[in-house]
């Protein structure tokens, strides 16, 4: 025991240093150890929604915004418009100029809504409409309608009848100035009775017209 009072009276301030230090550097591997999971756990939860958000982000695709339609028949401005993907064969028939005084709506449906490459057809009174087509996804005034490569010969204007094999300008011009004359056509063979169209000529027109 004296031994142990000598050493203590002789190291007594190297001892209570050295247990300071080991106190303190104890405290601190404990709560060192103890900050470890929380943080680990934060880091982890972040990287998931991080990774979450990143493919949220990646799998939403911006829905559009508009869509291109092509109008035709009984109309003052026919042609292809881009209008917004909410509106309506309503809106659609306005851009277009509206409707031909001899526009049969009765047939049309103004409150479907537009959809993209949809073609919309507007027929003339007394007009019979064809059955849907086998290919194509053509509208007749906003339902299912006629083959979209037909051009009806009474209301169709000089651009559309130019797009037709066999008919160039002049012929276009014919057409038109018989229609002024004679009214509407009752039949495609009416078409014999302009200069310039035969037999032959009115056979090969016979699938790209209507009336």
Known sequence: MEQLAVIWDRYRLQIIILMIIAAVGGYWVTNSH???????????????????????????????????????GAVKRPGVYQLKAEDRINEALSIAGGPL??????????????????????????????????TGTSSVGGGQAANSSMVNLNTATKEQLCQITGIGDKKADLILQYRQEHGQFKNIEELKEINGFGD????????????
């Open 200 to 211: 032959k000529t009115v056979a090969k027109l016979k699938d790209h017209l209507s009336v």
């Open 34 to 72: 103890d900050n470890d999971l929380p943080i680990s756990s934060t880091n982890t939860n972040a990287v998931l929604a991080s990774s979450d958000s990143r493919e949220s982000m990646t799998n939403s695709k911006p829905a559009k915004s508009s869509v291109a339609i092509d109008i035709k």
């Open 101 to 134: 005084p001899n526009a049969d709506l009765r047939q049309v449906n103004l409150a479907k809504q537009l959809t993209d490459q949809q073609m919309i057809y507007i027929p003339v009174q007394g007009e019979t409409i064809q059955g849907p087509a086998e």
